[in-house]
């Protein structure tokens, strides 16, 4: 059977979490394709759809839409088929994914799943491969292994569908403990949770033993590479040093706008200014977001970076799934031993 005679692949509606798996998948003559490629490691996420993409769209503030998941215009025609890797971003997405095709009264067994492995690298990497999985996509893999995949597929068990609601159902929960729980003890079936919270743990504030207020290791690293003198943030993510490798590690799974925007979030907080804003190389609105402006480090940011916090608001908020770091509201901090504990 010829890609083109293939009747799945045209009569199936296909979710993909990353736009070349949705060109792949076009190019194979799929007809129907749901892109749902936000990344949702950073920024708020919420249960109802609207609010979601209410929330999302004035956290980055960009008219550009890579997430078609809640369109009114997208036909769920059954079977539908959610194309995931190992990537810890796509991961959330498909567990998003399921929560919202149960709503929509899709039924499990018209769902299929398929998930893919990493494939190994080529060759030495040129920077130490982080503890998780940011990179990883189903176009990684060549036409003819999609389609014996395809081929193959079986409905996902009901008990790996309800798991994956249930994960989205905490994520989003303004109580983060259950979810961070889920994360420690692993759900089976989910091999993601613990490299997961690895990655969102380095985004909450973090308190010593000896009780002292730390910046999250996000920030930590942020402060650390930004000099005194004037800097753009494509040079402080280009950064050579240790804590520049750390940080790309970290800009790979948020996306390298994020750099830029929370660079953007230190400028506008608070009368002590940590973070000071100027005009750039480049003009603004021009789609140059990593060179429209530059920033400097100031002696309160180094004495937030060096000493420590008096309290979790001498740093900007920071939306993370359906909490919130640095907040008044949710004062969750991150104890030495990993786990996550309201102050």
């Not at 920077?127 to 990179?135: I, K, Y």
């Not at 939306?319 to 969750?332: C, D, L, R």
Request: hydrophobic letters at 40%; one cysteine or more; charged letters at 20%.
């Amino acid at each position: 059977m010829t890609m083109g005679d293939h009747p799945t692949l045209h009569n199936a509606t296909h979710v993909a979490f990353d736009t070349p798996t949705a060109e792949q998948l076009l190019r194979m003559g799929a007809s129907s394709i749901v892109l749902a490629s936000d990344c949702l490691i950073i920024g708020p996420s919420r249960q109802n759809a609207e609010e979601h993409a209410r929330a999302r769209e004035m956290f980055w503030a960009s008219p550009e839409k890579f997430d078609m998941l809640y369109s009114s215009g997208v036909c769920w025609k059954p079977p539908v088929v959610l194309w995931a890797s190992s990537s810890v971003y796509e991961r959330v997405n498909l567990w998003r994914a399921c929560s919202w095709l149960c709503q929509l009264g899709i039924a499990c067994g018209d769902v299929f799943v398929l998930e893919f492995e990493p494939l190994p690298l080529a060759g030495v990497p040129e920077e130490p491969m982080p503890p998780f999985d940011c990179s990883s996509s189903v176009s990684d893999y060549p036409d003819d292994v999609l389609l014996e995949r395809l081929d193959n597929a079986q409905p996902w068990p009901r008990e790996g569908y309800e798991h994956a609601i249930r994960l989205w159902d905490s994520y989003v929960d303004e109580n983060p403990l259950l979810f961070v729980e889920s994360c420690v003890r692993g759900v089976e079936g989910f091999p993601e949770l613990a490299p997961l919270w690895t990655l969102l743990s380095c985004f909450f504030p973090r308190r010593t033993t000896e009780g002292v207020l730390r910046l999250s290791r996000f920030d930590e690293l942020l402060l650390t590479i930004l000099p005194m003198e004037w800097q753009t943030p494509v040079a402080v993510f280009a950064h050579k040093s240790q804590s520049g490798v750390e940080l790309r590690q970290l800009i790979y799974c948020t996306g390298d706008l994020f750099l830029p925007r929370r660079l953007e979030h230190w400028a506008d907080h608070d009368a002590s200014v940590a973070v000071e804003r100027a005009p750039g190389p480049k003009p603004p609105n021009a789609g140059y977001p990593m060179l429209s402006e530059v920033y400097r480090l100031t002696e309160r940011g180094k004495q937030l970076r060096d000493k420590g916090l008096d309290r979790l608001t001498d740093a900007p908020s920071l939306p993370i799934a359906g909490t919130e770091a640095y907040s008044a509201s949710a004062p969750w901090v991150l104890l030495e031993d990993g786990q996550l504990a309201r102050l």
